[in-house]
């Protein structure tokens, strides 16, 4: 059997609208220009909330969040504890790659977020974020890191993005170069791969800051450009080979007008309990009062006196009293949990003696989100519902799983580390201008396989399709946990 190379490289956070905008900006963007000529480009679904985490478990498992059972980044326990999920390599569900070195191929896989620590496989692995330090195989591996200076990541993006955005976009741009030049040199010195897998993020931590300003496309052009480097070396890699190249994103984009600050609002409504102090009450009156015409003095206080966020291990909520709060990533969409007696210290009563009561109670906490409209008139809640996560979620058993799934409307984003007494629809933070969305992107191109411009892949609409769509390319039997489409 002839063997065919298939490439498969992930861009974290970009959508189809980021990619054409860019190739309208510039014209040295070849290997983008070049993809959605002679290939196909559309968009891809992620999966709900679509939080980097669970998507890019979807992508390697071929499942959604409710089977692999990561939900997000961080999950909450039952002493109402942010933990982190721990990694997807860790569960029983075997990744794309581990069943293609089953079937005797080779891979190459650099930069895969929620794998860690690297593990042996017929190939070459980098892990990727959020792992505490860098892990590769083999160990040999360590000295082409070292030559290209690969990172994982830059430090901390929102606080350098809040000092110096300039420097920070410079480094973010350096990261990818590295990424770029560390893949080039593993397809050259492993030369007889099949499969290879890489993910760029820091795509993902330019555009929360970029996306929704002006001059966005200036601002990720750098980056852009990278990556444009490394798909051009793809173009030319599997042209020999009859071979395939996918782009595929874990989310999409959209620029931010307004942050609903969520535990701001359980908090005024009565549903969340907090104790605050009078700093909380001189940040609020601050906003209130100057609004987004401070925010970069206000931003830069917040930073000195970051201790009212909710990550911090909730530490202003009182949760002997409150009987709603809102925890995990900030996103367009977030979960909302009732404090019933799955936590240590419920304020709720016994959730089976008490049903109608818990039901009526989230009726009442929906309709009212449901009614909430901003000053402009526009509603601002998009949709509210059960999560689809109620299967035995694998691997983790302290997870308690959120009773609401709240999604803006387009344009707002959610946050839930802020209890504001005063506010609770604010102008975008400094850092945070452009927030995740549903609607990622699919890019594909089939060497000696011309697919007419706009061609939609039917069976590829959503990123649990990617890993059944390559075991398909390489004539595997899709195994059967996987979606079939
Ligand atoms: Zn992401």
Redesign the pocket.
């Known amino acids: 059997m002839e063997s065919r190379k298939l490439i498969v490289i992930g861009i974290?956070?970009c959508a189809t609208w980021i990619v054409d905008e860019l190739l309208r900006t510039y014209d040295d963007l070849r290997g983008f220009r070049r993809l959605k000529k002679d290939g196909t480009m559309g968009d891809l679904t992620s999966v709900d909330p679509p939080?980097?985490a669970p998507?890019?478990a979807s992508v390697y498992t071929g499942v959604g969040p409710g089977i692999h059972g990561i939900v997000d980044f961080v999950y909450i326990a039952n002493d109402f504890r942010l933990r982190p999920y721990g990694f997807v390599n860790d569960r029983p569900l075997p990744l794309v790659w581990d069943l293609l070195c089953k079937a005797g191929l080779k891979t190459i896989v650099i930069n895969p977020?929620m794998v860690y620590p690297a593990y042996k496989l017929d190939g070459v692995l980098v892990s990727g974020w959020p792992g505490p330090r860098l892990s590769t195989y083999p160990k040999r591996l360590n000295e082409l890191v070292r030559k290209t200076q690969y990172r994982i990541d830059i430090d901390d993006p929102r606080t350098q993005f809040q000092k110096d955005a300039r420097r920070a976009l410079r480094e973010l741009a350096q990261v990818t170069r590295a990424r770029v030049n560390l893949a080039i040199q593993c397809m050259e010195s492993f030369a007889d791969w099949d499969f290879f897998f890489i993910v760029f993020?820091s795509t993902?931590r330019a555009q929360h800051y970029a996306i929704g300003r002006a001059n966005w496309q200036t601002l990720l052009h750098e980056i852009y450009s990278e990556i444009d480097r490394f798909l051009l070396r793809s173009f030319e890699e599997i042209a020999s080979s009859n071979g395939a190249l996918v782009l595929v994103?874990?989310?999409g984009f959209q620029p931010v007008k307004k942050t609903f600050l969520m535990n701001s609002w359980l908090f005024q409504n009565g549903f969340l309990a907090a104790e605050l102090c009078p700093k909380h009450y001189a940040f609020s009156f601050w906003r209130k009062v100057y609004g987004p015409r401070t925010s970069v003095i206000l931003d830069k206080m917040n930073r000195l006196f970051s201790k009212d966020r909710l990550g911090d291990g909730y530490r202003d909520v009182d949760f002997d009293h409150t009987i709603a709060f809102a925890g995990g990533s900030n996103a367009d969409t977030v979960n909302v949990w009732l404090s019933d007696e799955r936590f240590c210290r419920p304020a709720l009563e016994n959730r089976k003696s008490n049903a109608i009561g818990q039901e009526r109670m989230l009726k009442h906490l929906s309709s009212k989100l449901m009614n909430l409209k901003t000053s402009d008139g526009e509603v601002l809640i998009r949709d509210i519902r059960v999560p689809a996560i109620t299967e035995k979620a694998s691997g983790v058993g302290q997870a308690i799983e959120p009773n609401l799934v709240v999604k803006a409307n387009r344009g707002y984003t959610i946050d839930v580390n802020v209890i504001d007494p005063l506010n609770s629809l604010i102008a975008p933070s400094v850092y945070r201008h452009g927030e995740?969305d549903s609607t990622g992107v699919l890019g594909i191109y089939i060497e000696g396989n011309a697919i007419s411009q706009g061609t939609r892949i039917n069976s590829v609409s959503s990123v649990v399709d990617i890993a059944p769509a390559i075991m398909r390319f390489f004539d595997l039997p899709t195994p059967s946990w996987m979606s079939v489409g």
């Open positions: 974290d956070g939080l980097s998507a890019w977020p993020t993902d994103s874990d989310h995740h």
